[in-house]
């Protein structure tokens, strides 16, 4: 343990072998009603991890129905005591610490985190949250209420039902636990659509959610995609309320799937484009240093990543030489490895997004200060990119970037990393 309670930082596993690969309903194993597999990929090499099973509509039809199951009065899981929910839910904690190395050594693997970043904060995450909901389960308590006249008033809080959920890529096992602990402890049933780009950690969480002794239909795990097993997710009519963190675009759509089907209830996690103010008092070398982790952690893949940065006048030319000397010591590479500090991208098609948007980010008049273009000739690497002379009407402005793009701009505001320089 180190001096900063942090336990310490182990070596990644090596020569990993992917043993869950299919689709976990009801505490068994299935292939896709369809046949159909798709490839996961290592965004840092390009290689193929594994193929998955394909889960869609039909696969969610079975997923629910189990769930339904699952929640019906007078199931295991219904009759059993909040307390026995609460240690179900301490176990699955105990075994994710037991599986720490692996799951993190897979999380890096397949989603090009740093491997210091999974094993210490994202495994370290799931497992204080779980325990936290877990001490949840005994103490959701209702109220008695005074009221006039002869009459006994009180609230009772009672589980919603069957909950779909549908995780992002960015944080695969810390979004996965953030759903399905709140969930279990208020004593729902889930079903669970991760991202495709990501889904290996879930399954391998779907074990052991079995081991620890869930009763069957509690917990279900479909991978698949978008289109058709999440819009399956979000229009079912037996879903009692979806969960879904992602792109706003994608959160609109959902949002119109659930009105439209059974009124279900919904919660949306999504994007944004948020700002980070550096003042003149400000001590530069820790506002460069904060403004940038603000940014490029996890090569900027992050729906609250600072990606437009204030600064005030009279420190924005020493502010923006600093913030492209900070940009020049990130060390690209495998996750995996020690010294790395930036890994890649997610996947080819938000590789070129990201290249597309720089590209856009010199035609439309910004000053490009460092970086601009690929890394290296494998994997979905940026370099780590600053823009000065940014305005709001340029797109590296507006849209959510989702990557390790500084941008300083000229513009008079009040305030101005995207950064907005600032006349007061």
């Known amino acids: 343990m180190s001096s900063s309670g942090m336990p310490d930082l182990p070596a990644p596993l090596t020569n990993l072998t992917y043993k869950y690969t299919k689709i976990f309903i009801n505490n068994e194993w299935h292939n896709s009603v369809s046949g159909k597999k798709f490839p996961v990929f290592n965004p840092a090499t390009e290689e193929k991890l ?9 696969d969610i039809d079975k997923a629910v129905k189990a769930a339904r199951k699952a929640f019906q009065i007078g199931s295991p899981w219904r009759t059993m005591n909040a307390s026995e929910r609460g240690r179900l839910i301490y176990k699955l904690a105990d075994l994710i610490e037991r599986d720490r190395l692996l799951l993190a050594t897979m999380e890096s693997m397949n989603g090009g985190k740093l491997f210091s970043s999974s094993y210490l904060m994202d495994l370290g995450g799931c497992i204080t949250v779980l325990r936290y909901c877990a001490g ?3 103490k959701i308590q209702g109220r008695t209420i005074p009221i006039d006249g002869n009459f006994f008033t009180y609230t009772r809080h009672e589980p919603i039902g069957v909950c779909g959920q549908i995780i992002p890529w960015n944080f695969p096992l810390v979004m996965l636990i953030w759903k399905i602990g709140p969930a279990l402890s208020c004593g729902n049933t889930v ?21 620890a002794g869930f009763p069957p239909g509690v917990v279900n795990i479909v991978p698949g995609y978008g289109p058709t097993a999440g819009a399956a997710i979000s229009s079912h009519m037996d879903i009692d309320k979806v969960a879904f963190t992602g792109s706003t ?34 001590d530069l070398d820790n506002a460069v240093e904060f403004a940038h982790h603000g940014l490029f952690y996890h090569q900027g893949q992050c729906c609250i990543a600072a990606s437009r940065l204030f600064v005030e006048e009279s420190i924005y030319d020493e502010f ?18 020690p010294g790395v500090t930036q890994g890649p991208q997610i996947d080819k098609e938000q590789y070129e997004k990201i290249l597309d948007l720089i590209e856009s980010g010199k035609k439309e008049g910004a000053k490009l200060e460092c970086g601009g273009g690929p890394w290296g000739n494998k994997g979905y690497f940026v370099q780590p990119t600053v823009f000065s002379n940014v305005t709001d009407d340029m797109r590296i402005a507006k849209e959510e970037v989702n990557t390790c793009i500084l941008l300083h701009s000229l513009c008079c505001y009040i305030f101005s990393l995207c950064a907005y320089k600032v006349s007061l």
């Not at 991760?194 to 969480?205: C, I, K, S, W």
């Not at 759509?253 to 209830?265: D, Q, V």
């Not at 923006?320 to 490895?337: F, H």
């Open 320 to 337: 923006v030489r600093r913030s492209v000397e900070r940009a020049k010591k990130y060390v690209l590479g495998n996750p995996l490895t």
């Open 249 to 282: 675009e994608v959160g609109q759509m959902i949002k119109e799937a659930a009105g439209k089907s059974n009124l279900k209830r919904v919660t949306l996690e999504l994007g944004g484009k948020s700002p980070c103010i550096v003042f003149a008092d400000a």
């Open 191 to 211: 079903v669970v659509k991760p991202a495709e780009q990501t889904p290996l950690t879930a399954l391998h969480v779907a074990s052991l959610i079995q081991e």
């Open 50 to 58: 594994c193929e998955v099973e394909e889960g869609d509509k039909e």
């Open 136 to 138: 949840w389960a005994d």
